[in-house]
């Protein structure tokens, strides 16, 4: 079996691999305060309560945005799973090119959503992640990572809003009864969704027409689902595309 984990700036993914079978998957708060003895007590716990052993993982393979946070989740695994850590960085091998002006300086989460596409869909295609930032990424006819664009997400929008206009309140995100709001919260929540939905179709647009119009969208990340609702423009939901990227790494160098 396999752990994989993602650590992003918002939420900390782990998803249970048997083979290429997701099973039991999670999604935590980030949490900078946190030491080591607390995460790996917790991630022990997620195992044993699916029925997990340790002595039953094969591996772990760990993608992170988080560099504070990197050391402390490596250190948690070792100390209390006690199982080999892969950890993406541009050393490993992923199977594709990148054509960023600096590959290193390409978030790992990127990669690996660019190496999961383009072994479930083939390009070229946009990638869009919904996290701490809306990103876009864009993969050429060849598989070839280009780069993209990134975005405040829609969770630093709400926020915002909160933080510096006094009198508006803090909103649950979910879809109001009409694009026009009749009082602050809908309207709120109008221009968040709404907003992002087309922020999303101006800029699918745009990599359409740079990508060409067989390009595939793809979306994930934690408000995908909320998001493709109000949109035909997103051809694939894939949740846990990051995971499954993570998962293909670590068959991709287990012979390097």
Known sequence: MLLTIDIGNTNLTLGLYEGSKLGNRWRLATDHDRMPDEYGLQILGMLQHSGCSPKQLDGICLASVVPPLTGRIVKACEIYLQVPILTVDDKINTGITIRYDDP????????????????????PACVVDFG??????????????????????????????????????????????????????????????FGYV???????????????????????????????????????????????????????????
């Not at 664009?149 to 909103?171: E, N, Q, S």
């Not at 699918?204 to 609702?229: D, N, S, Y």
């Open 104 to 123: 290193k300086a390409v978030g790992a989460d990127r990669i690996v959503d660019a190496v999961a596409v383009n072994a479930f869909y083939g390009g």
């Open 132 to 193: 701490t930032a809306t990103t876009f990424d864009a993969i050429n006819a060849q598989g070839e990572y280009l780069g993209g664009a990134i975005a405040p997400g829609i969770g630093i929008a709400a926020d915002a809003l909160f933080m510096r206009a006094a009198k508006l309140p803090r909103v649950e995100l979910q879809r109001p009864p009409s694009v026009i709001g009749y009082n602050t919260v809908h309207a709120i929540q109008s221009g968040l969704l």
């Open 198 to 256: 087309a922020l999303v179709e101006g800029m699918v647009a745009r990599f359409r027409a740079e990508l060409g119009p067989e390009m595939k969208v793809i979306a994930t990340g934690g408000l995908a689902e909320i998001v493709a609702k109000e949109t035909d423009v997103i051809n694939i939901i894939a949740p846990w595309l990051t995971l499954d990227g993570l998962r293909i790494l670590w068959e991709m160098n287990q012979h390097e």
